[in-house]
Nanobody
Framework: QLQLAESGGGLVQPGGSLRLSCAAS????????IGWFRQAPGKEREGISC????????VYLDSVKDRFTISRDNAKNTVYLQMNNLKPEDTGNYSC??????????????????WGQGTQVTVSS
């Protein structure tokens, strides 16, 4: 069973940057599209980005487009989420998840089979 582990979260000031990593337990990561999700306190989890299994297609939530960049290195079994110009509303627990092959037009949690435990991102001055 594919296992995912996130890292890279932390406390950052508004306008700052963080890079999250999602490391997989096995070399089959290249078969899966990987999505990033976040859940703020008192809010539902939302899908914010996805990268297809080969890295040739990406999807972004409108509110993070032009600030966040998703990428992957299948040789390292790792997917990254570079987050720039962070805002307080980006605060939340960020999780990565895997689904077979490709990204859908919208990053919907019901489509993802394997999940990491999450890493906390707090944007505050």
């Amino acid at each position: 069973q594919l296992q995912l582990a996130e890292s890279g979260g932390g406390l950052v000031q508004p306008g700052g940057s963080l890079r999250l990593s999602c490391a997989a337990s096995e070399s089959t990561l290249g078969h899966y599209a990987i999505g990033w999700f976040r859940q703020a306190p008192g809010k539902e989890r939302e899908g914010i980005s996805c990268v297809a299994n080969r890295g040739d297609s990406t999807v972004y939530l409108d509110s993070v487009k032009d600030r966040f960049t998703i990428s992957r290195d299948n040789a390292k079994n790792t997917v990254y989420l570079q987050m720039n110009n962070l805002k307080p509303e980006d605060t939340g627990n960020y999780s990565c998840a895997a689904t077979w092959g490709f990204c859908s037009r919208y990053v919907e949690s019901a489509e993802y089979e394997y999940w990491g435990q999450g890493t906390q991102v707090t944007v505050s001055s």
